[in-house]
């Protein structure tokens, strides 16, 4: 094996041009030529995120962006304290170059999509917020002085979650982040503080880029572990025993996308086994907002007594997805390890949009927004319904969710034993979403979302799952014309296979 190149990319030349396309995707798209063409080498180090925005005049977050990306796609691997590198086998995960340089999904793509429903935002109210959180700017925020966030919004995010999810925290136990993903790197570098060598667990199924991220994080162990936790109707599964407690990425009270809430019974045995130091647990607080009927659970973070609990929380499902705003609630003991965590690694959340977001939360106006929002929502639920009811019912079956963006539907038995000689071998729902792409409808298969055949056999086999057949529906962002043509077209699809 060639020997690494520890000045990784610095030797290479590195171009930007404004009118190519997206900066992180021209960089992402350079970097895999790189390795693609033998200049970068597995095992080679690259510059840090900081050096490298420097040297490329952009931003820090954007370099943060596309390591994290290439990492999740196992092109590259972050190892703590020593840096990114590139993984071995990378070649093999690089997709082939597409004829474009800079493909545009096709315009026609319908899909059924679950996030916000950019025609409701209430564009007013924002503006107005806008005006007033920037009439006379806090110094600090124009000298990018807030590292763990604006302490303005960290208070108005601890009153929310005390009013709306009844979870009691002060604004000293809050970080502001850039979403999920700077989340989950966040608590990665805090976990190697305070737990260095515990490995990551998640649900099965589970959102599929989280996923490959934590199958990325545990590669580097001895030997390999079972680190995705079989959801059945009580919901998540305790992880087996482990010399090290290991943490666990769980959806308590909404499992995406399942949609089920931990039992009391279920819940009651993650309580124990972290008041015995078992485990730990980031708690995200997925799709809560939006409940339909009565009040979703307290959060686990609220009923711990062991100070293992982290809770994690994103504006992007609740405003637009362009805000990337979100924040972590620490344990009390463990707010410094996290700050520190923060200091390390750098802001990657904006700072000037944090006092809007606060004038706009301590307005009302937020709190109107998610009541008027959970309203338009049950409506695009009960439309989707009733066209499920319509067209779909002889394919599917399926359970009205209670809150959430989205519908989970299953195939009945006899149109599976139907589809099956007719299809292939392969999961029926992957299968038919490729058929109906080429016919502009993009589905979400839910068997993609489970563990994969060799993953299953890291799990014992007792507590191995059957990947479920069926289609995750999301029914929050598509209009009603949209949404009609989106099941019409399912329903054809299927009907055209058996003809």
Known sequence: MTAPNHLGISNLRLSLAPDQGPLYRQLIDQITQAIEQGQLKPGDRLPGSRAMAESLGVSRSTLVNVYERLVAEGILVSR?????????????????????????????????????????????????????????PDP?????????????????????????????????????????????????????????????????????????????????????????????????????????????????????????????????????????????????DYDNEFSYQGRTGIPLMQADRSDRVFFVGSFSKVLFRGLRLGFIVSPPTHCQALLNSRSQLGGSASLPMQPVLTEF????????????????????????????????????????????????????????????????????DQLLAERLQQKGIRLDPLSAHYASAAEQLLQHPEQALEPTEGFILGYTRPDEDSMHRLVHTLARGLSTILD
């Open 80 to 136: 703590a304290k020593s840096g990114v590198f590139v993984a071995e086998h990378s070649h093999a995960r690089i997709q082939p170059q597409q004829t474009q340089p800079f493909p545009q999904e096709t315009p026609a793509l319908l899909s059924f999509d679950s996030g916000v429903d950019p025609k409701a935002f209430p564009l007013k109210s924002w503006q107005k917020s806008m005006r007033a959180s920037w009439q006379q």
């Open 140 to 284: 600090l925020v124009l000298e990018d002085a807030y590292p763990s966030g604006y302490p303005g919004l960290k208070q108005a995010i601890a009153d929310y979650l005390y009013q709306l999810r009844g979870l009691q925290c002060s604004a000293d136990q809050i970080v502001i982040t850039a979403g999920n993903r700077d989340a989950l790197s966040l608590l990665r570098h805090t976990f190697n503080q305070i737990s260095p060598g515990s490995r990551w667990c998640t649900e099965t199924p589970c959102f599929q880029p989280i996923r490959h991220q934590l199958a990325e994080w545990n590669s580097t162990r001895s030997r390999p572990l079972p680190f995705q936790l079989p959801v059945d109707e009580e919901g998540c599964q305790l992880p087996p025993a482990d010399s090290l407690p290991p943490v666990v990425l769980l959806t308590p009270n909404r499992q995406y996308p399942l949609g089920v809430a931990l039992s009391s019974q279920r819940r009651q045995q993650w309580l124990q086994a972290l008041q015995a130091k078992q485990l730990w647990v980031v708690e995200d």
């Open 361 to 428: 939360m301590n307005s009302g106006d937020f709190g109107r927004h998610i009541n008027r929002m959970r309203r338009h929502y049950r409506h695009k639920r009960d439309q989707l319904l009733a066209l499920a009811e319509q067209y779909l019912q002889p394919w599917f079956h399926w359970h009205t969710p209670h809150g959430g963006m989205h519908l989970i539907i299953r195939f009945r038995p006899e149109a599976a034993d139907r589809l099956r000689p007719l299809l292939g071998s392969e999961p029926l």
